[in-house]
């Protein structure tokens, strides 16, 4: 037998039936057909149920008085493996470090979650939403307004001692 | 009453002329619907919703696809046979919508100027029409197959034509056992005869009506018989390179097809408009007039035409196509394709010989009964229940015995086996 001839695995005689095969199939069918429950999500109408650990587009937290709690130490633009993050940081009168340029290319971002987990101040998070569909591409580049405007939920960062979250 | 009040010519021009209009709006209407139930029913099997956004329950998505089809770009292959390639479509859509213009689909309408036959046009030669019309669909998937000049295209039509004439003969013999029983070929007269018998000839001629049902699959080129079109092995099979309206033309003249052949399973073998246990709606033309039946002596009794047994009887008819049109789609739905071969196999080797040998059957077992003298009635139609049925389940056990789904190598490890040699290495199934 020449090798590139592939031979189908059959069932033996008395293992396939033409009938009842066909009536078990078209009763199977006919279960899902009146089973009430399912799958599709009607997505505007309903929202899916996000996973708490979904990494989605960013989000800055502020203080009560709306400054950034961003530093500006420089560890999330250092950390993130896609270099997406522009930051140039700058100091007030009292000392205080803030970031003059926060920017975040939402287009070259890998959502991997990195600046969340890196930053000591807990200001940069990745959050969980993904509805962020723009008419341009320059709306993809958040600035640190429309960072700070994001009210969506934030993700929980992985806990080594719950690694699946339970 | 029962006295027929002829039309006048006037009045028999412009009734058929309105049945014509008012059948061709209700089938197309059919058609355009089928594509969204088809859907829907296709996602629920699924475990999904399907189309319903536009209208409520999605019920305006068939005008949708239809605005969107039409003002959609049409393609012309720069190497297609352009004339033919144009008439395919045309020559697909015509047989599938004229073929429906000799099926009753209601009880005769009383109206002011005459009693009207629910029908479009009774011609005496009913079902002969339907097969002659139907086979001609084969013309224009195999001229759009060819004019496409694209080789899947041509592929798709060169099945189309082996598989619509195969099992054209298995449809034809099938449809014999019930004009031997009917006695006529006219579809009016079908209906009537299941209403004489007092069964529908489901039961007398049971497995004529597996036959049909099978060549019907077939001959629309539905799955589990979809091999002209076989989208995992010929893309789309003939209609490859057509776009926009042309490609729409394809599928109503398939679903158009779709509902021929179920309103053909219904009045040949679902006894049509008739209502059953209910002799108030036999109605048939008799010499002058109206009648329900015969009594006794042989006397024919009147029967009175009227608007509700109409309404009645036409609710029963889209009850009984409707009933076929869900079975069609539920069929696609839970049945793979079958293989060439096997395609070939089951019409050639099974449902030709099979339907032979049961017209011979039925004639043999009608010929015992006429010689008995039994009268036309219940008794008649019993004994050929009993016979039916027992050679219906001697039919269906057969097939059963997977003839038909096995393959090559099982028959090889057969053949081996009664050899005396074991069965060939690397199949567990079969070494087991």
């Not at chain 1, 033409?18 to 006919?30: D, E, N, V």
Request: glycine share 8%.
């Amino acid at each position: 037998m020449a090798i590139s001839v592939k031979v189908m695995r059959r069932p033996e005689a008395g293992r396939t039936s033409y009938m009842r095969a066909t009536l078990k199939g078209m009763s199977l069918t006919f279960k899902h057909l009146v089973r009430p429950t399912k799958v599709t999500l009607e997505y505007p109408e309903e929202q899916p149920d996000l996973h708490p650990r979904w990494r989605g587009t960013h989000r800055m937290e502020v203080h009560a008085d709306g400054r950034p709690k961003c530093v500006a130490c420089g560890l999330c633009p250092t950390v993130c493996p896609a270099n997406c993050i522009r930051l140039t940081g700058g100091e007030d009168d009292q000392g205080n470090r803030y970031p003059i340029v926060y920017e975040i290319d939402e287009f070259r971002c890998i959502f991997c979650g990195m600046c969340q987990e890196v930053c000591p101040v807990e200001a940069i998070h990745v959050g969980q939403h993904f509805e962020n569909a723009e008419y341009a591409r320059d709306r993809f580049v958040y600035d640190l307004d429309r960072l700070m405007e994001q009210d969506h939920a934030v993700t929980l960062l992985w806990d080594p001692s719950d690694p699946r979250s339970e | 009453m029962g006295e027929m009040q002829e039309l006048s010519t006037f009045w028999f021009v412009t009734v058929a002329a309105v049945k014509v209009v008012a059948v061709f709006t209700v089938v197309m209407g059919v058609v355009a619907y089928m594509t969204l139930a088809e859907r829907r029913v296709s996602a629920f099997i699924q475990d999904r919703l399907g189309p319903n956004r536009v209208g409520p329950f999605g019920l305006l998505q068939p005008i949708a696809d239809g605005i969107k089809n039409i003002i959609k770009e049409e393609t012309m292959p720069g190497t297609a046979a352009k004339f033919y390639f144009v008439l395919g479509p045309a020559l697909a859509i015509m047989p599938a919508v004229v073929t429906i213009a000799v099926i009753p689909f209601a009880a005769p309408l009383p109206t002011p100027v005459g009693t009207v036959d629910m029908v479009v046009a009774d011609v005496p030669i009913g079902i002969l029409y339907i097969l002659a019309l139907s086979s001609l669909a084969v013309y224009g998937i195999v001229l759009s197959g060819w004019a496409s000049n694209n080789k899947y295209a041509f592929l798709g039509g060169l099945r189309a034509s082996a598989q619509m004439i195969s099992y054209e003969v298995a449809l034809g013999l099938s449809v014999i056992a019930v004009l031997l029983l009917v006695g006529n070929v006219t579809l009016t007269e079908t209906v009537w005869k299941q209403q004489q018998l007092g069964m529908w000839f489901v039961f007398p001629l049971s497995l004529a009506f597996v036959f049909f049902l099978i060549s019907a699959l077939a001959e629309t080129n539905r799955l589990p018989f979809d091999m002209p079109e076989a989208e995992s092995e010929l893309i789309t099979g003939y209609h490859t390179e057509y776009s926009a309206m042309k490609f729409s033309m394809f599928f109503i003249a398939e679903y158009a097809h779709v509902v021929t052949a179920s309103a053909l399973l219904a009045t040949l073998f679902f006894g049509g408009w008739d209502i059953p246990f209910w002799t108030g709606d036999d109605m048939f033309r008799h010499e002058s007039g109206w009648i329900r039946g015969f009594d006794e002596a042989g006397a024919p009794i009147p029967a009175t035409p009227s608007v509700l047994i109409t309404l009645l009887t036409l609710g029963a008819f889209c009850a009984k196509t409707g009933f076929f049109l869900l079975l069609y789609i539920w069929i696609r739905w839970t049945l793979p394709r079958f293989r060439y071969d096997q395609v070939m196999h089951l019409g050639w080797k099974v449902l030709l010989p099979g339907a032979l040998g049961y017209v011979m059957l039925v004639a043999g077992t009608m010929l015992v009964l006429d010689q008995l003298e039994v009268p036309f009635g219940p008794v008649y139609g019993g004994v050929l229940t009993a016979v039916s049925g027992v050679t219906t389940l001697a039919f269906l056990l057969f097939v059963d015995r997977d003839r038909v789904i096995a393959g090559a190598h099982r028959k090889r490890n057969l053949a081996r086996r009664r050899a005396g040699l074991p069965a060939e290495a690397g199949d567990p199934a079969v070494s087991s």
